[in-house]
């Protein structure tokens, strides 16, 4: 084995001729090659020659001692690029949670990985998605069933095609997640035991105790960080798709991204992308999701002219705990809420609002025990009415012992701030807890963009449809993770790259110029823009909508976000440059104008999405509601990548 | 336009139907309060038989989770191989001690709920 770098002009070249007895495509891509040492000298040598393209550094990995040539070592260069480092991947994964680990387990049989994730590996929605994963694991069950539930609860807006697949190929998803090391629960006859939730009509959750989520991301972690193909860049926030022009076509090349705990920009030049970065349950002030979900990938893929579907739809739970209501408020803002579980209300609760008048059965007379999203809508409604922060939940009335004896967790959690359920209501908020629309999906995971793929909450593939039913996420994650993977290894293995293209994107800047009397100042207004947005939103874009206050928002979201450009750049940042707290910022910004934008097209209730002159299903409406590009030649900085788009054919 | 039925009132929260409830923008105060007054007293008294029977079923469940802490605790001890609880009523080995998380449709535990 022999490998040369040809050094050519003004670029660094990577040419690589195996003798291996096979014919050997030059594929022009360094890290599918295995070396065995040699390759660190040469580089070397060519480190003082060009004055602008320094190779710092080069990671050997022990290859495989395997024959078969499919299988590779990793081998990864930077070169860094004036004030960055590229590194070279087959595969770019965004996100760890269960999509972008099943995904990257899969292509790093035939390629390398690197899983970018903005904080630790564990910090996703799917750590904290503790039920369950719903599939057809039982004789008396059947995928029919499964399907049928999806689509009722989807309010019948979901890609039937896609449903099909999803609960045909759930069961072997689970097995193989089984094997992989992820332990369920199961019966004492041996069987995976399954529960049973609401709007399934048959047994079908898996689930390993109350913490599935956690589970199944353990078991996929500990595969991903023995796994030698796989790089984890953890702390290191996506920026923007790398993206270029081929006629028509958008082509993705990649990611930049940056390091938040060396504020470093690294950029990845990959064959092709994987977008698995989750939700943006924070673009509401009241949310389940961990501080992470700020909906990078839905606003990267919109600036990378990646068609989004479906953002009208944000299941929120009816009844979080309302830190505002508690007595003694929690020392620092909760990070994801704590939601008060139907069980309270199933047991006897009864809704309040702070005149203490009980509203449920103004909208409905099953009271309380109406159905979970007529609940929400309620409360909602009462609090825009009486422009009020919560609702009560009063379970008081109930003897002590069986509320403490149900509900010790609610129990402690209030009265650790002051509050006794047994003697005074609970004070309830509804909370963002799932984006069921996202970067549009087909039946591989691919998108508008090629050489992108998405899968987990941040695609709408359609299987949710107007309403996610429960667990059915966590499968929709591992059936859409698992599809993408062989027409990703294709489209790999049809790719070759010219790697001098890294140069052709500008770099991002940190602004270290800036200095850090103004870079305190422009995080301290960037966090007070943040609340505001997300104040707009649950005010206007809430639960219960309407055609005026939806055009309020986009009024208000629209200055807000010019008030805070303006503040930025006035204060000397530059279109390229780059902080975690304005990056989260801009993609808050472009996923709130895409919910904005896709509930005033809806002019229907339907499913999640609620709209008081439009307060009923329409037949004729019921399509997906689809948000093509805008021109990226207007527009805020939200809604435009970075750096420029290269129109050239000679890139793919 | 009230089609109330206690059928209905006792219809598990597992239902998934596609409601089109009526925002009240539009109701005079006065209609408000009688027709309020007039269903609230209906709601209240089946609430109440419905929370009777909650607590007669959550009474049987108490009693029955007793049971089965009992004949857990009994169990792990003639357990050989691991020390998992096993529920009497559904045969789950290792699952969540307590009532059914699912009972009423989402995924509670001591009354947090995590999924639904």
Same mark, same amino acid.
């Given at each position: 084995?022999?490998?040369?770098?040809?050094?050519?002009?003004?670029?660094?070249?990577?040419?690589?001729?195996?003798?291996?007895?096979?014919?050997?495509?030059?594929?022009?891509?360094?890290?599918?090659?295995?070396?065995?040492?040699?390759?660190?000298?040469?580089?070397?040598?060519?480190?003082?020659?060009?004055?602008?393209?320094?190779?710092?550094?080069?990671?050997?990995?022990?290859?495989?001692?395997?024959?078969?040539?499919?299988?590779?070592?990793?081998?990864?260069?930077?070169?860094?690029?004036?004030?960055?480092?590229?590194?070279?991947?087959?595969?770019?994964?965004?996100?760890?949670?269960?999509?972008?680990?099943?995904?990257?387990?899969?292509?790093?049989?035939?390629?390398?990985?690197?899983?970018?994730?903005?904080?630790?590996?564990?910090?996703?929605?799917?750590?904290?998605?503790?039920?369950?994963?719903?599939?057809?694991?039982?004789?008396?069950?059947?995928?029919?069933?499964?399907?049928?539930?999806?689509?009722?609860?989807?309010?019948?807006?979901?890609?039937?095609?896609?449903?099909?697949?999803?609960?045909?190929?759930?069961?072997?998803?689970?097995?193989?997640?089984?094997?992989?090391?992820?332990?369920?629960?199961?019966?004492?006859?041996?069987?995976?035991?399954?529960?049973?939730?609401?709007?399934?009509?048959?047994?079908?959750?898996?689930?390993?105790?109350?913490?599935?989520?956690?589970?199944?991301?353990?078991?996929?972690?500990?595969?991903?960080?023995?796994?030698?193909?796989?790089?984890?860049?953890?702390?290191?926030?996506?920026?923007?798709?790398?993206?270029?022009?081929?006629?028509?076509?958008?082509?993705?090349?990649?990611?930049?991204?940056?390091?938040?705990?060396?504020?470093?920009?690294?950029?990845?030049?990959?064959?092709?992308?994987?977008?698995?970065?989750?939700?943006?349950?924070?673009?509401?002030?009241?949310?389940?999701?961990?501080?992470?979900?700020?909906?990078?990938?839905?606003?990267?893929?919109?600036?990378?002219?990646?068609?989004?579907?479906?953002?009208?739809?944000?299941?929120?739970?009816?009844?979080?705990?309302?830190?505002?209501?508690?007595?003694?408020?929690?020392?620092?803002?909760?990070?994801?809420?704590?939601?008060?579980?139907?069980?309270?209300?199933?047991?006897?609760?009864?809704?309040?609002?702070?005149?203490?008048?009980?509203?449920?059965?103004?909208?409905?007379?099953?009271?309380?025990?109406?159905?979970?999203?007529?609940?929400?809508?309620?409360?909602?409604?009462?609090?825009?009415?009486?422009?009020?922060?919560?609702?009560?939940?009063?379970?008081?009335?109930?003897?002590?012992?069986?509320?403490?004896?149900?509900?010790?967790?609610?129990?402690?959690?209030?009265?650790?701030?002051?509050?006794?359920?047994?003697?005074?209501?609970?004070?309830?908020?509804?909370?963002?807890?799932?984006?069921?629309?996202?970067?549009?999906?087909?039946?591989?995971?691919?998108?508008?963009?090629?050489?992108?793929?998405?899968?987990?909450?941040?695609?709408?593939?359609?299987?949710?449809?107007?309403?996610?039913?429960?667990?059915?996420?966590?499968?929709?994650?591992?059936?859409?993770?698992?599809?993408?993977?062989?027409?990703?290894?294709?489209?790999?293995?049809?790719?070759?790259?010219?790697?001098?293209?890294?140069?052709?994107?500008?770099?991002?800047?940190?602004?270290?110029?800036?200095?850090?009397?103004?870079?305190?100042?422009?995080?301290?207004?960037?966090?007070?823009?943040?609340?505001?947005?997300?104040?707009?939103?649950?005010?206007?874009?809430?639960?219960?909508?309407?055609?005026?206050?939806?055009?309020?928002?986009?009024?208000?979201?629209?200055?807000?976000?010019?008030?805070?450009?303006?503040?930025?750049?006035?204060?000397?940042?530059?279109?390229?440059?780059?902080?975690?707290?304005?990056?989260?910022?801009?993609?808050?910004?472009?996923?709130?104008?895409?919910?904005?934008?896709?509930?005033?097209?809806?002019?229907?209730?339907?499913?999640?999405?609620?709209?008081?002159?439009?307060?009923?299903?329409?037949?004729?409406?019921?399509?997906?509601?689809?948000?093509?590009?805008?021109?990226?030649?207007?527009?805020?900085?939200?809604?435009?990548?970075?750096?420029?788009?290269?129109?050239?054919?000679?890139?793919? | 336009?009230?089609?109330?039925?206690?059928? &209905?009132?006792? @219809?598990?929260?597992?239902?998934? +139907?596609?409601? !089109?409830?009526?925002?009240? #923008?539009?109701?005079? =105060?006065? $209609?408000?309060?009688?027709?309020?007054?007039?269903?609230?007293?209906?709601?209240?008294?089946?609430?109440?038989?419905?929370?009777?029977?909650?607590?007669?079923?959550?009474?049987?469940?108490? &009693?029955?989770? @007793?049971?089965?802490?009992?004949? +857990?605790?009994? !169990?792990?001890?003639?357990? #050989?191989?691991?020390? =998992?609880? $096993?529920?009497?009523?559904?045969?789950?080995?290792?699952?969540?001690?307590?009532?059914?998380?699912?009972?009423?449709?989402?995924?509670?535990?001591?009354?947090?709920?995590?999924?639904?």
């Amino acid at each position: 084995m022999a490998a040369s770098i040809a050094y050519v002009g003004g670029h660094l070249q990577y040419g690589v001729n195996f003798c291996m007895g096979q014919s050997y495509k030059q594929a022009i891509w360094v890290p599918s090659v295995t070396f065995n040492g040699c390759l660190q000298r040469e580089l070397s040598w060519s480190c003082g020659v060009s004055k602008f393209l320094q190779i710092r550094k080069c990671n050997l990995f022990q290859s495989r001692t395997n024959e078969n040539w499919k299988s590779f070592g990793t081998v990864i260069t930077s070169a860094y690029l004036r004030d960055g480092s590229t590194k070279y991947f087959d595969f770019a994964v965004i996100g760890s949670g269960v999509a972008g680990l099943r995904y990257a387990l899969e292509v790093a049989k035939h390629g390398s990985v690197a899983i970018i994730t903005k904080a630790e590996p564990h910090e996703s929605n799917t750590n904290y998605a503790q039920g369950g994963v719903s599939a057809v694991l039982c004789p008396s069950d059947s995928v029919e069933s499964h399907m049928q539930d999806t689509i009722v609860a989807g309010a019948y807006l979901c890609d039937e095609e896609t449903v099909k697949v999803v609960c045909t190929e759930g069961p072997d998803r689970i097995r193989e997640l089984i094997a992989m090391g992820a332990s369920f629960d199961h019966g004492d006859d041996g069987n995976l035991h399954l529960a049973r939730e609401g709007g399934h009509s048959h047994h079908r959750i898996v689930h390993a105790a109350d913490m599935t989520g956690r589970e199944i991301e353990r078991a996929l972690l500990e595969a991903v960080v023995n796994d030698p193909n796989i790089s984890v860049f953890k702390h290191h926030f996506a920026i923007d798709l790398l993206t270029s022009q081929d006629g028509s076509d958008t082509v993705c090349h990649g990611i930049d991204a940056l390091n938040t705990e060396t504020q470093e920009v690294v950029r990845f030049i990959s064959k092709v992308t994987l977008l698995a970065s989750g939700g943006a349950g924070h673009i509401y002030p009241s949310t389940t999701n961990p501080l992470v979900a700020t909906g990078d990938g839905m606003a990267m893929a919109h600036r990378a002219q990646a068609v989004i579907s479906n953002m009208e739809f944000v299941q929120f739970h009816p009844t979080a705990l309302a830190d505002e209501g508690l007595p003694i408020k929690p020392k620092k803002t909760r990070e994801n809420s704590f939601l008060i579980t139907e069980a309270v209300r199933g047991d006897g609760g009864i809704l309040y609002n702070l005149s203490m008048e009980r509203f449920m059965p103004l909208y409905d007379e099953r009271a309380e025990l109406a159905p979970r999203d007529v609940v929400a809508r309620s409360i909602d409604d009462q609090l825009k009415k009486r422009n009020e922060k919560y609702v009560l939940l009063d379970i008081s009335h109930k003897p002590r012992e069986k509320i403490l004896s149900h509900f010790p967790n609610i129990a402690n959690e209030c009265l650790q701030h002051g509050l006794d359920i047994t003697q005074q209501p609970i004070p309830v908020v509804p909370a963002a807890h799932y984006m069921c629309g996202g970067v549009r999906a087909g039946l591989q995971g691919e998108t508008d963009v090629h050489g992108l793929y998405a899968a987990g909450e941040v695609a709408c593939t359609g299987l949710h449809g107007a309403n996610r039913l429960a667990s059915n996420s966590l499968l929709e994650a591992l059936v859409f993770a698992r599809r993408a993977v062989q027409p990703s290894i294709n489209h790999m293995k049809s790719s070759s790259l010219d790697l001098s293209a890294s140069s052709l994107w500008t770099c991002p800047l940190v602004p270290k110029s800036l200095g850090s009397d103004v870079m305190h100042k422009i995080l301290r207004i960037t966090k007070e823009v943040r609340k505001e947005l997300q104040s707009i939103m649950w005010k206007y874009v809430g639960i219960v909508r309407s055609t005026s206050r939806l055009q309020e928002a986009e009024q208000k979201i629209g200055k807000l976000e010019a008030k805070w450009e303006t503040y930025l750049f006035e204060h000397g940042w530059q279109q390229t440059m780059v902080a975690l707290e304005a990056c989260e910022m801009r993609n808050l910004f472009c996923c709130a104008k895409l919910v904005v934008s896709s509930a005033l097209a809806r002019h229907e209730s339907r499913g999640l999405h609620y709209m008081t002159d439009f307060p009923h299903l329409e037949e004729s409406k019921r399509l997906p509601t689809v948000i093509f590009p805008s021109s990226h030649t207007t527009g805020t900085w939200s809604s435009r990548q970075l750096h420029q788009q290269p129109i050239v054919n000679s890139m793919v | 336009m009230a089609k109330t039925s206690l059928s &209905r009132l006792f @219809a598990s929260l597992s239902e998934h +139907s596609i409601t !089109k409830p009526s925002f009240t #923008g539009s109701r005079s =105060d006065s $209609v408000t309060r009688s027709a309020y007054n007039s269903v609230t007293r209906f709601v209240c008294s089946s609430a109440q038989e419905t929370q009777l029977i909650r607590e007669e079923r959550s009474n049987e469940g108490d &009693r029955e989770a @007793a049971k089965e802490n009992l004949e +857990s605790v009994n !169990k792990e001890e003639d357990e #050989g191989e691991d020390g =998992d609880h $096993v529920n009497k009523e559904t045969g789950e080995v290792g699952g969540p001690k307590g009532p059914e998380p699912t009972r009423y449709g989402d995924w509670e535990r001591n009354g947090r709920c995590s999924d639904f």
